[in-house]
Antibody, heavy 119, light 109 residues
């Protein structure tokens, strides 16, 4: 079964950092672009970052550029997202998603991990 | 880049058809045939229901259909059922990012 499972969410202090993980099973992430999408409480979906299949290229949404680092360990079949200089606006459910032909669509989603940034 | 524009809500009765619009620009929807639609039930992850404007993934009902004209994409759900009540999001590829719409809440009356 194709599956994505996120972890690493929780309560974080403003100004701090976090690292989320997304473990894939049933397919190899080395063959796919992988993405992070977040959803603030009561808000819509916001694409935040992608990592190309070989891990050598990535991009981030302008709203988070400079504070996010996306990485992957293809041997462990796991995607990561580090977010620095956290602010309450980063409070959201973070989903990892598999890219269909790169960025054309997201065809597999994880269940999400909830991040709350609050003092 | 700005988000795509969707109506905040639509409603319909069981058996009826509804259409949700998604308006972008000539730089996103109008330039690429890479519009996708997602269904999200409360507390659940989104699910892909339409990709590349009008294609359905395996297992998605043919009651869901998509189309595009100029800078506007549309999702039509025919034969509405109670289980179709959910939030629906459109998205469009651009060269460097993916844009989402703000979401449309579908209420089945």
């Amino acid at each position: 079964e194709v599956q994505l499972v996120e972890s690493g969410g929780g309560l974080f202090q403003p100004g701090g950092s976090l690292r989320l993980s997304c473990a894939a099973s049933g397919f190899s992430i080395s063959n796919y672009w992988m993405h992070w999408v977040r959803q603030g409480p009561g808000k819509g979906l916001e694409w935040v970052s992608f990592s190309q299949s070989d891990g050598n290229s990535a991009n981030h949404a302008d709203s988070v550029k400079g504070r996010l680092t996306i990485s992957r360990d293809n041997a462990k079949n796991t995607l990561y997202l580090q977010v620095d200089s956290l602010s309450p606006e980063d409070t959201a459910v973070y989903y990892c998603a598999r890219g269909y032909r790169g960025m054309r669509a997201f065809d597999v989603w994880g269940q999400g991990t909830k991040v709350t940034v609050s003092s | 880049q700005s988000a795509l524009t969707q109506p905040a809500s639509v409603s319909g009765s069981p058996g009826q058809s509804i259409t949700i619009s998604c308006t972008g620009t000539s730089s996103d929807i109008g330039h690429f045939n890479y519009v996708s639609w997602y269904q999200q039930h409360p507390g659940k992850a989104p699910e892909l229901i339409i990709y590349e404007v009008s294609n359905r993934p395996s297992g998605i009902s043919n009651r869901f259909s998509g189309s595009k004209s100029d800078n506007t994409a549309s999702l039509t759900i025919s034969g509405l059922r109670a289980e179709d009540e959910a939030d629906y999001y459109c998205s469009s590829y651009t060269y460097t990012a993916t844009l989402f719409g703000g979401g449309t809440k579908l209420t089945v009356l």
